[in-house]
Structures are given as structure tokens and as C-alpha cells.
């Protein structure tokens, strides 16, 4: 099993729907907050979100996008978002490996990657970041994040959520579920295939060296602040 086939079958990488709930309201403000920031006069900018996962923000993030394409890796989870969305004649659901057909380039205002990095090879995200940054328009901004560094690793994620949960109300939820995955395939395929890990001085020569500039570390676009969060912009 490799991580594409793990997020397209059956798991649960949330611990509670309250947890996955207080989650992906995190995501929204942030994400939405973007697209606002990317706005030009009366137009809605245009937005790429790749690696969105179910997306639950997907509906507001719509309302402040002109138009926004959905990219997932996933089969299962383009058909459910799919289902979902469909009736919004300005959103569409696409496959990593389309983007390149499926959006022109110069096109985007705005392109968010949110706790994706970590699962792409170095090959992969080279790649990747050729092809985000043709796709966007002059200035137009990239947002990586939930970067994992070097000295983060499963204990700090593990103290970040039992944080979480103590602040949002699920901590005996939490704590269940860290022993679920400690038995699940998540964490066996953590253990065999890894996660990759970036510096911030990593990620500003990889971003700058793809032909970014302007880089710029932020506060974490998520509950876990010993992840990054960077934003960087394509040359005017």
C-alpha cells in the first residue's frame, strides 16, 4: 500500500466528527481569508486547492472564489466531492495529473496546499511546484502548509492534538484514537514509507530555486504550530 491508495480506501485520521469538525473550520478561516486577500477590485480570484481532502470548507471557500477547481489524488474522494458540489457551475473537481490540461496557465490568483508536502517524494514536488508556478498569474500567491520539520515528529503531533482536544472538548476522544493509530495503517505506513521533512531554509531555496520569490513564513495554517505554513509569490 502506498499513501495514494490508504486516502483512497477507508481510514480515519479523526479522532471524533468534533474533531474533524473544529478542523476543517480552522481550514476555512484560513483559506477563505486568503481568497479574500487575493480579491482584485470586484473580481473573485481564481483558486486552486490541491490535496483538499473532503473539503468541508469547499462551500465557503466557493462563495469567495470566482472559480475554484478541487484537485485530490484520491478516486473516491473526487466522486464524493463531486456528489456534493456538483450543482456549482464554478467549482470543479480534478486529478492531480489533469491540472496540466485542466487549467491554463497564468490563470490562478491563488493556490493553497495544505498538509500535502509531507506525502510527496522530492521528485514529486519538484514537479509540482514547475507546474504551480505556470499556472498562476504574475503575482499570484502560493500557500504551502503544515510543513513537517526535521525535529517534529509523531511525539509533538501527538501533544499538539491532545492540546487540541483539551481546548475544543474531545479529549477522551483523543485519546482513544491515538491508540487506534497506533494500530492502524496510517501509522504502519508512516513507519515503512515515512513522511517527508523540510527545514524553512529548505523550503525557501526549494520555493526560490522553482522560481518564486517573495517567500514568506506565517503563522501554521493549522492546530499544530510546530508545523510551517509559507507563502510565496510568483515574479510580477
Known amino acids: 500500500m502506498n499513501w495514494r491508495e490508504f486516502w483512497n480506501g477507508e481510514h480515519s485520521i479523526y479522532v471524533s466528527e468534533r474533531h474533524k469538525l473544529l478542523h476543517a473550520r480552522i481550514i476555512e478561516r484560513a483559506l477563505v481569508g486568503l481568497a479574500r486577500e487575493a480579491t482584485s477590485g470586484n473580481n473573485k480570484p481564481y483558486v486552486l486547492d490541491h490535496g483538499c481532502g473532503e473539503a468541508l470548507h469547499a462551500e465557503a471557500l466557493a462563495a469567495a472564489s470566482g472559480k475554484l477547481w478541487l484537485c485530490d489524488s484520491a478516486p473516491s474522494i473526487r466522486a464524493q466531492l463531486a456528489s ?22 497564468d490563470s490562478l490568483d491563488l493556490i493553497t496546499v495544505i498538509s500535502v508536502l509531507q506525502y510527496l517524494t522530492e521528485d514529486e514536488l519538484s514537479a509540482a511546484l514547475s507546474i504551480w508556478l505556470r499556472k498562476l498569474k504574475p503575482g499570484g500567491a502560493l500557500v504551502i502548509g503544515d510543513v513537517i520539520p526535521p525535529d517534529a515528529g509523531m511525539v509533538t503531533d501527538t501533544r499538539a492534538l491532545l492540546t487540541f482536544a483539551w481546548q475544543g472538548g474531545f479529549l477522551m476522544a483523543a485519546i482513544a ?21 523540510h527545514t524553512a531554509a529548505q523550503m525557501d531555496t526549494r520555493l526560490h530555486r522553482a522560481g518564486f520569490d517573495r517567500v514568506q513564513r506565517r503563522d501554521n495554517i493549522g492546530h499544530n504550530s510546530a508545523r510551517m505554513t509559507f507563502i510565496a509569490r510568483k515574479p510580477a
Open 177 to 197: 484514537g491515538l491508540v487506534r493509530t497506533a494500530l492502524s495503517d496510517y501509522r504502519k505506513l508512516r513507519e515503512t514509507l515515512g513522511l517527508s521533512m
Open 84 to 105: 456534493r458540489l456538483g450543482r456549482l457551475a464554478h467549482v470543479e473537481i480534478v486529478a492531480p495529473e489533469t491540472i496540466e490540461i485542466g487549467v491554463a496557465d
